[in-house]
């Protein structure tokens, strides 16, 4: 099976978890792009939820499929978000955001009941880090921030590069809310509580890509069938 197949796979499993009725988050990236179009199928079939998006793309993607769409601000409260992640380690702690969209995605996993993530099994790890992870900042005072950020980072246990993040053409990657984004590469993250909280008080950073507390199953698709780690009904 290709990681496609795979990937397409974990989606199939999570949409055997909507009921009618649902108010469901809608993750971003291509795990969560096969979870959509599976969706939009079953719309177009009858079924009956209600969504919000957690980027543009998803967003265009999901009302080109005819799903009936929402915001945070008509529907706070969402009953099941469904996301990819860039990786999992066996305490359903993420790294998120390679695909831009870790701000919204944090935001609407936040408001919902339960958040369940779909990926291959090469997103399994035992321990975070390997994976870039992305921070994203405001494009006011950059320097001033990176270098506050990197002594944070410092602090709590961790060290690595810091580098802005790029469109392929050079120009520098802004996010569906206007923001920059730093890819931090640490190689290991030993204690990804510490990293955050010190991430979390640096001003200019917006957010990071550390999903603590709010994955509460992952399924995880691989050659030899489905693995779930956590919750996920
Ligand atoms: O966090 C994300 C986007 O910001 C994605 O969910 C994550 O990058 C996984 O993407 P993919 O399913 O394409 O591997």
Redesign the pocket.
């Known amino acids: 099976m290709s990681p496609d197949d795979l990937?397409k796979l974990a989606a199939a499993r999570a949409l055997e978890l909507v009921r009618p009725g649902m108010r469901l988050g809608l993750?971003?990236?291509?795990?969560?792009k096969h979870f959509v179009d599976l969706l939009g199928a079953r719309v177009a079939a009858g079924l009956d939820v209600l969504c919000v998006a957690t980027s543009e793309v998803t967003q265009a993607q999901a009302e080109s499929l005819g799903i009936p769409m929402s915001t945070l601000d008509e529907t706070p409260e969402l009953d099941l978000t469904v996301?990819?992640?860039?990786e999992v380690d066996p305490q359903l702690r993420l790294i998120?955001?390679?695909?831009?969209?870790?701000l919204r995605?944090k935001i609407v996993a936040a408001a919902s009941k339960r958040m369940v993530v779909i990926?291959d099994d090469s997103k399994l790890v035992a321990e975070l880090g390997r994976f870039p992870l992305p921070i994203e900042v405001v494009p006011f005072g950059l320097e001033a921030t990176r270098r506050a950020m990197a002594a944070a980072i410092t602090a709590s246990g961790a060290a690595g590069e810091l580098r802005l993040r790029k469109r392929p053409d050079g120009t520098v990657l802004l996010t569906d809310g206007g923001h920059y984004i730093l890819d931090a590469h640490l190689g290991r993250i030993a204690n990804p509580e510490l990293l955050g909280a010190a991430l979390n008080v640096v001003p200019g950073v917006v957010e990071h890509?550390l999903f603590l507390g709010l994955a509460a199953g992952a399924i995880l698709a691989s050659g030899d069938g489905l693995k779930i780690l956590g919750a996920i009904e």
């Not at 998120?96 to 870790?102: C, D, E, P, S, V």
């Open positions: 990937k993750g971003t990236g291509s795990t969560a996301d990819g992640a860039d998120k955001g390679a695909g831009a969209a870790l995605e990926a890509g």
